[in-house]
Each structure stands twice: as C-alpha cells, then as structure tokens.
C-alpha cells in the first residue's frame, strides 16, 4: 500500500515537473522567482523595502483579478502572472515614490488584459512596467545591474535555472540565440576587449534578462526559426540603441519592448507555416555584415597603440582697506612682454621657495573686503550659479592679478602687490565701470598686443540694468579697458562658460560662449522639465571687420538641446589640432575631434564611458604623467551613507542665524523635511524665504497660480507657476528631481577620470569613492600643490537650496607612470570649507613657487589660502609672434628623470574660472630635468634644455 502511494506520488510529481500545463509552468517561474528574490533581498540587500514589496505584490493580484472579473464576470483560478510581475518589477526597477510602482504594475497588467490580438497580449508585462517607468519617470526611476554582483554561484543558479525553465517551455533557443548575436555584434561594433564583453554576458541582470524576461511563453514566437527571428532582432536593436545614445541600462528593455509590437506578424508567419523567418534573418545577417566592414562601423577607425602618439603670513601685511591713493605700477620689466624680437630665446627670473611643509594657510587680510551683496531675489536658480573669478598680469609686473565678482555686487579687479596682498584698482582701469551681476569673467590677451583684454558676461535677470556681453579692450596708453565688442544673446539665459582659441591663425583668439539655462521662461516647459531647454552655443570668430558668430562653421552637425556647462579646447589625441569638450547640464556631454577639414565631429559615444547627467567640469588633464591626456569630469555626487548622516545632524540641530546665511541656505532642505514653522528663524530675511516657500506650496495644493506672484526671486515665481495646474510635472517633478538620496542613491552619479584604453575607449579609472563622491560639484582646478610632479584638484561645491551644505575637496595625486591614483584630504588639510563654493584660481600669487588658492563663494567673502607645502618647481609662459601672444593653444611637455608632465596652454574647462596663462611644473625631491618641449599651435616645435628648478621661464618663439 505504501509503495503504491510512493509510486502515485512519483508518477505525479514527474508529470508536473515535464507538464505543459500553463498554471504549472507558472508555478515553476514563480519558484524560480521566489528563490531569486531572496538571494536578492535578504543576501544583497536590495534598496527597496518590504512594505513596497508588499504592497506592489498585493496591488498587482488584486488588479489583475478584478481585471480577470471584469472580463469574465468571474474567477476561476489564482493569477500567477500577476506576482510574477510584480516580481520582474521589484527585480529591476528602483523609484522614488511607491505611487510610480503602483502606476506601472497597473499599465503593465492592463496592457496584458486590453492589447490582445486574437485572444493572446504580446507584450512582456514586467517589460512595459520596467520602459514605462523609465521614460515617463526619467528622474525618478532607475536599473541598475549592479545590484546582483558579480558572484559565481548565483550566475551559475540563474543559468541552472533559466536553462530548466526554457528547455521546458521550449524557449531555450532564444536565450542561445541573443547571447550568440549579442556577443558577435558587441565585438564587432562597440569593444573588442574580452574582458569588458564577459563580464556583461555572466553578469546577474544579463542573466535575469535573457531567461526570466526575454522567454516569456505568452509573448514570444513558438517556432525555432522564428524564436532566432525574434531573438537576434532584440540583440541587434540593442546594439543600435547602445551606438545612437551611449551605454545606458534602458536599452536591452526598450529594443525587447520594440521588437515585441512585432510578434502579432511573426505569430501569423508560423500560422501560415511560412519560411520568411529565414528572409528577413538573412537579410538583418547582410545588412550588419556590410556595416560591420563600412566606414559607419566607427570601431574601424579606432586608433591603434602606435598611432596614440605622434610626435603663514605675507612678508608685508597690509590694512585690509588701502589708500584710495595706491597706484599700480605698469611695465617693470619690459623684457618679460617683448613686443617683437628676431629668434627663438627664453628669459628666466629666479623664484623663491619655501621650506618642505604641508597645508594651506587661510590669510585673513591679503584681500580687500569683498562681501557680497544678498538680497532676498538672489535666492534662485537665476543668481545662485556664479560667483566668477581670473587671473592674469595686467600691468605687467610679473605678478597675476585677479578679476572677480561676488553675489550682488559689481566687477572688482585686484593688483597683486608681489607679495601676495592686493589692492582694489577698479575704479583706476576703467572710465566708467561696468555694473551688473556677472555671470562670467575671463582675462586674456584677445588682440596680441601683450595687453590682457577683459571679456564679461553679465547677469541676464538684473532689471533694466544688465549691460551686453561684451569685450572690454585694453588701451595701452591710457592704461583703461573701454568697452569693444559685443555678443548678443538670442535669449534672456545665463552663460554656462567661455572657451578660447585661435581657430583661424589670424593672432586673435575666438570665443566659444556655452548657454545654460533659461530660468525665466514663463511658458509651460517642455514635456522634461529643463532637459530640452538650452539654447545654440555661440562660437564668435575674428575677420577683418570684427568677430563674426559662426558656430554652425565649424560644429556642421545639427544643434542638440543642451543647456550647457564649461567648454575647453584640448588636444586629446596630440595631432596638433584642437579637440573640444563641452559639459552640459542634464544631457550626456559633447566630445569633439577637430577633422582634416577643420570641423569638429562628434567622438561617438561608444568611445566614451557614459556617465551622469549634470557636468560641471569637463576637461583635459594628464592625471598621471604618461604624457597622454586623460578626461576629467566632475558632476553633482553623493555619497549616500555620508550625507544621511550629516543632513540627520543637520535638521536637527539649530540654525546658525549669523549674517542669516547658514538659516537662509537651508530653508528648503528644512522644509522638505517636514520643517513648516518660519517663526524659528529669527531674522526677517529667513522668516520671508520661509514663508515663500510656503506659499508655493499651498499654491500647487490649491491650483490658485496668482498666489505665486507675492515671491520675490523671479525664477522661484515662475518655478511657482509652472508647478500649478501642469500635467508635466507630476511626471518630471523637479521638486524631487534628485533630492531624496535615501530613495535614489543612483541616479546622479559620480566624478570620473577617462583613460584611453589600447582598444581606443575613455574608460573611467578614477576607482576611489572618496574622490568619485564630492557632493554638488562646481570648480574642479587642477594644479601640483605638494609639488610632487603630478597634478592635484581642488574643488568647490555646495548648492545649499537643493542640496545642503557640502564641504570642499582636495584631491591629492598618488599616482605612480600610467597609474592614476586621486585621494580626497579636504579635511586633513583644513580646507572642507562649507561655503558654497564656486570659481576658484589656484596660482603662485606670492611668487614662491607653489600654488595659492583664491575660493569664490555664493553668499560669503573670498577665501585666500597661502600654500605651505613649499618644494621645487618652475612656471612657464609663452610669448609667440607667429600665432596669438600668449601661445593659448599649446602643448607643453616637461621631460625628468620620471617621466612626462603634461600641461596644455588652455582658457575654459573650470566652472567660473578662468585659468592665467602660466604653467606651473612640480619638481619631486631628486627628480630632475632633463627638457622642456613646446609645440606651438600654428605646428613649430621648440626645446630647451638646461633649465633648472625654481625659476620662472618666457619661452619666445
């Protein structure tokens, strides 16, 4: 009797385990899921918590069933396709609000139930779910493939059961098929680097795609030629996704989603018995044979390896206000700016550094008392943005100068005295002063006459007073600059950053001018709030009768959307001619190569590791002196267990109300966290702010948009206004765009190093969180401050309305030849300022030899920071007659006993700062010179040998 129920039960338990019954087989993926979820969450640790869990699951049975009532008008059987999408979408999509969750799982179902075609749905439930939630919520949702990890054991379990699962739903070729196809084309038009394609096609998430997703038996082809169809269509889509827009994790969703509308057809292919799987699977096979070997395959023209290459206090303390009376002294010596001479020569003038020590000294008096000027309408987007500073030798004295602007407050120009102090000389250089908030400041020599010329870029937002963005030339004889030439802006928006150049020889430098963002747009946005809201660069070129826009001459290719950041022309591939990096604001950044014609072409963006969306710095930098430049971009990061615990400190602590600004700067993180009662803040300023705040709040409640109008910054009242009564923007909520970090850890990402790998890829070497994560990010400055031979980065940051307070960085340089390696020690050395910061120069402003700082700050004073690491270095300035005069455009190469530093003569890249043409080189203990090398940019070469350390060198072509 027990043997014969042993017996029933085996017979039993084998037919359900090969039975094609379909609530069986559902049962098994359910298994399957189940299994994998736990591994998931209770091993790994999935971001996601269990009440959503729970109430995803629940609220997908209880929507499909009533679906399923609906229909039938009864229930005859438990849904199992309803956890088990509920599954994929806990699997792989992460949101900020459990309401998106909801949304999606709702759609996915009801798409399973109403978009049939004779009787079966087509489309892959947790599929639309996932697409759904990526494009309508773009700033809320996210997948990530990293969240499996890369162990063994469970790549091996997820084949194990994926292969279990196909087999018996006669699937497995689909998953054979696409892994075949996608390999091939992976290698054949993104990467030939094994390494990088294995660990895609072993990765958990690949694993997950191709037997949980990719295999559903509802919504896939029954017959083996179809199913290879279907499979290698997705595969190839995804590769086409992946060359159009970079390597985004969208793309294998949305190509399965695509090629899943298509089903219907194949459907009727396999009813009809017909062979045109085999047509159209030769045709795809053709048609990606002939572009894999065609110039469209940009893979072909990679580089190869060998053609990389082609060859404490000021000694004089001074009153921080001066005598109106001190003059600046003009034209010292005049060999250090020759107006013309006959042969190449150098003219050198010794330094005077310090002992070896560490750190910065913060100098209270080496400035004039700069404080800036807050108002109530400065609290916005439109005025919180720019703090700008330069530097250069404005009365050729040898010494940099500074011009700069604070918040509220007009142009400032500052004459270094030689000691590292300065004095105001405003009112001295200028017939009549520009006023007006400054968006951007750059000084450079723009006519070759020796003479540093001033370029601004003013505020478009000051009422009725904002003067044109203009050149202001500088008249040698009367020793003023006078207002010259003028660019228009098509539209009232701020300026993200200038580039120079000498594109066209002709000695003038040309000004590339970056256009952010609009902020008083009063029209409804566009469908994703500020994405698509940039307006055309502008590109102005010098001719015979002045400077001419011509920006569609040499960037052919059709304007993209951007609002853009920084903009810098480098020489990444060292062929003598100008490659350009553009940073933008909520899109992917812009690489250019210049081409034998003279245009620049895009870089396509399989050659560049794909990164976030907010580039505030985006530059050439050769990190660790292999001679070769690298990419540097750093972005709006954050490190999530980090800044829990600060904000947890920060909301629950009090408020410092001195001068209001640490109350005003954190009135909105307040309020986001629940913070309601204006009354604790005890000045008036606070208590306004507070209470705007509020009312922009209640307006959006009540759909009353004449409440907006009692804000007084003009950006928070349009802001005001667009959130009231607009369908867009509960899709694309700015008001949560990337605030909540506990929620959506991913979405901005972090700072990255590209490195040319031998396969011809920018690759992010960067590896360290500690410099990857710097907070809202705005300067990057690299300089050698320990004089240790490799570049450092300070970093300024902070964006206190949106993000809280964050302290400055100071990435110190490790590295070894080839090796990058980049250390935060902000706080070891005193300073992770939490000002918020913006432009910043890092120069020998003392004349000693290593790098001081000079920090830029939204609502407090400049910093003056006086380097103590000391050690050995030298300066470099070029002085040219063949192309402009200050050699912007060159590439300088300081050969020593350990290798080859790297610097480029370069105006642009560093938000709000504009580097003076000067290179510092740091000499190690023991390391010594060996040449300096210079290719001009009109193509000459010039090399010294002989140089010794600690002197300044006037390199004349």
């Known amino acids: 009797m027990i043997v014969t129920k042993l017996a029933t039960a085996a017979v039993k338990i084998k037919g359900n385990l090969f039975s094609l019954n379909p609530a069986i087989i559902q049962r098994h993926q359910l298994l399957n899921l189940i299994f994998l979820f736990l591994i998931g969450k209770v091993l790994l640790n999935f971001p996601i918590s269990w009440l959503e869990i729970a109430t995803i699951l629940a609220f997908a049975i209880c929507i499909d069933h009533l679906l399923i009532y609906i229909a039938h008008r009864k229930v005859e059987f438990f849904s199992y396709s309803a956890v088990n999408t509920a599954l994929g979408v806990i699997f792989l999509l992460r949101a900020t609000d459990l309401s998106i969750y909801i949304l999606v799982v709702a759609l996915a179902i009801a798409q399973k139930h109403w978009l049939r075609i004779n009787g079966r749905h087509f489309l892959n439930p947790s599929n639309v779910a996932v697409v759904a939630g990526l494009l309508l919520f773009p700033y809320e949702t996210y997948t990530t493939p990293e969240q499996w990890g890369g162990m063994w054991w469970l790549g091996a379990a997820m084949t194990l059961l994926g292969l279990l699962i196909t087999m018996r739903v006669g699937r497995v070729l689909i998953p054979i098929a696409f892994t075949i196809s996608y390999l091939i084309l992976t290698y054949t038009f993104i990467t030939k680097n094994p390494t990088e394609i294995m660990a895609t096609l072993i990765s958990g998430s690949f694993l997950l795609f191709i037997y949980f997703m990719l295999t559903d038996p509802r919504t896939t082809p029954d017959r083996p030629g179809y199913q290879i169809l279907y499979a290698t269509s997705i595969a190839t889509l995804t590769i086409l996704l992946e060359l159009m827009l970079g390597a985004r994790d969208i793309t294998m969703f949305l190509a399965l989603f695509i090629v899943s509308l298509f089903v219907p057809l194949m459907r009727i292919g396999q009813q009809k018995q017909s062979y045109i799987w085999q047509h159209l699977l030769a045709a795809l096979a053709t048609g990606i044979a002939v572009v894999a070997f065609s110039p469209l395959n940009t893979l072909n023209h990679l580089p190869t390896a060998s053609a990389k290459i082609q060859h404490g206090t000021p000694s004089a303390a001074v009153p921080i206000n001066p005598a109106a009376t001190e003059k600046a002294t003009w034209d010292q010596h005049p060999e250090w700016h020759e107006k013309s001479w006959d042969k190449p020569h150098l003219v050198s003038s010794p330094l005077t550094p310090q002992p070896r020590d560490h750190g910065f000294i913060r100098i209270g008096n080496a400035l004039p008392e700069l404080i800036p000027n807050v108002e109530r309408k400065h609290f916005g987007f439109d005025f919180n943005y720019h703090a700008p500073v330069s530097a250069g030798d404005i009365n050729h004295d040898g010494h940099l100068d500074l011009a700069l602007a604070t918040t509220g407050t007009s142009l400032t120009i500052l004459i270094n005295r030689g000691n590292g102090t300065f004095f105001d000389a405003t009112a001295q250089l200028f017939d009549k002063i520009p006023h007006g908030s400054i968006d951007q400041i750059a000084l450079a020599d723009v006519d070759s006459d020796s003479y540093l010329d001033l370029i601004l870029s003013f505020n478009p937002y000051e009422a009725g007073i904002a003067p044109p963005n203009r050149i202001y030339r500088f008249n040698p004889d009367s020793k003023h600059f006078e207002a010259s030439t003028t660019f228009p802006s098509p539209v009232h928006a701020t300026i993200g950053g200038y580039a120079l150049i000498d594109i066209n020889h002709d000695r003038f430098l040309d000004l590339y001018i970056s256009i952010a963002h609009n902020w008083h747009k009063q029209e409804n946005p566009p469908f994703a709030f500020m994405q698509s809201d940039g307006e055309p660069n502008q590109f102005w070129v010098s001719s015979a009768d002045g400077w001419k826009e011509k920006k569609t001459d040499y960037f052919p290719q059709p304007d ?163 959130r009231v009564n607009n369908p867009a923007y509960a899709i694309a909520s700015p008001a949560r765009f990337k605030r909540d970090v506990e929620l959506f850890p991913r979405k901005v990402k972090k700072n990255i190093l590209l490195k040319l790998d031998t396969e011809g890829r920018y690759r992010d070497v960067l590896g360290n969180d500690n410099a990857a994560l710097t907070g809202w990010s705005w300067a990057a400055y690299p300089f050698d401050f320990d004089n240790n031979g490799f570049q450092d980065i300070f970093i300024t940051t902070g964006m206190a309305i949106i993000n809280g307070q964050e302290p400055s960085a100071l990435l110190m340089n490790y590295s070894r030849p080839g090796t990058p390696s980049l250390i935060n020690k902000a706080s070891s050395y005193g300073v992770d300022f939490m000002d918020e910061g913006r432009g910043v120069i890092a120069a020998d402003l003392d004349g000693d030899g290593d790098g001081d700082l000079v920090v830029m700050n939204l609502y407090t004073a400049p910093i003056f920071l006086e380097n103590r690491f000391g050690g050995d270095a030298i300066k470099v300035e070029l002085r040219s007659r063949h192309g402009n005069y200050y050699g912007i455009g060159s590439r300088v190469e300081l050969h020593t006993s350990r290798g080859i530093q790297l610097r480029e003569m370069a105006v642009g890249g560093v938000w709000d700062s504009m580097q003076p043409q000067q290179l510092h080189f740091g000499i190690a203990d023991g390391e010594s010179i060996a040449k300096l090398v210079i290719r001009w940019p009109y193509g000459g070469t010039t090399e010294y040998k002989g140089l010794s350390a600690n002197h300044r060198y006037i390199i004349y072509d």
């Open 560 to 722: 993209e959307k951007h609002a853009s950041m920084t903009a810098m022309f480098t020489d990444l591939n060292n062929d003598g001619h100008p490659d350009f990096l553009l940073g933008n604001d909520l899109q992917p950044d812009l690489s250019y190569r210049m081409d034998g014609s003279g245009h620049f072409t895009l870089i396509p963006k399989q050659q560049i590791e794909y990164n976030a969306f907010n580039s505030m710095g985006y530059m050439g930098i050769d990190a660790d002196n292999d001679g070769k430049l690298e990419i540097w971009e750093n972005t709006i990061s954050r490190d999530v267990l980090l800044r829990r615990t600060r904000y947890g400190e920060l909301f629950t602590s009090a408020f410092n109300t001195l001068n209001g600004t640490v109350a005003v700067k954190n009135i909105e993180r307040a309020f986001l966290n629940g913070e309601q009662n204006c009354n604790r803040f005890a000045l008036p300023t606070d208590r306004a702010l507070c209470e705007e705040i509020l009312v922009g709040a209640h307006a959006k409640r009540s759909g009353n948009r004449k409440l907006c109008d009692s804000i007084v910054n003009m950006e928070r009242r349009y802001f005001c206004r667009y």
